[in-house]
């Protein structure tokens, strides 16, 4: 015939939600990125980008979506930093006047 169970049954085990730490590094890319710094932003974001998204990799830390924004900005704004700064040597800066006697009287 059939038995009874006396045993009790074992109930699932919870774990408590532990949040994943976004990485600082991407943090930092996307920021740097976007103030640009007239170049050197954008170089020190696209740098901090590569690195975080390689960490991310290592560690399983969130970000890797912020670290490839900060690369693809850092892009963007590098060509623009560039473009303004070839803008100013060209139309700014630079020897503006007549002839080349040097006199000047």
Do not use: C
């Not at 976004?22 to 943090?27: E, Q, S």
Request: no cysteine.
């Amino acid at each position: 015939m059939s038995r009874l169970q006396t045993g009790t049954r074992a109930e699932p085990a919870y774990t408590q939600y532990q949040p994943r730490r976004t990485n600082r590094m991407a943090i930092w890319s996307l920021v740097l990125s976007i103030i640009t710094l007239g170049g050197l932003g954008s170089i020190a974001g696209i740098w901090l980008g590569a690195r975080a998204r390689s960490r991310i990799r290592q560690t399983g830390e969130d970000g890797d979506g912020l670290a490839l924004a900060g690369i693809i900005i850092g892009v963007i704004t590098l060509l623009f930093a560039i473009g303004y700064w070839v803008f100013v040597a060209k139309y700014v800066g630079g020897h503006h006047g007549g002839g080349g006697t040097g006199g000047g009287y």
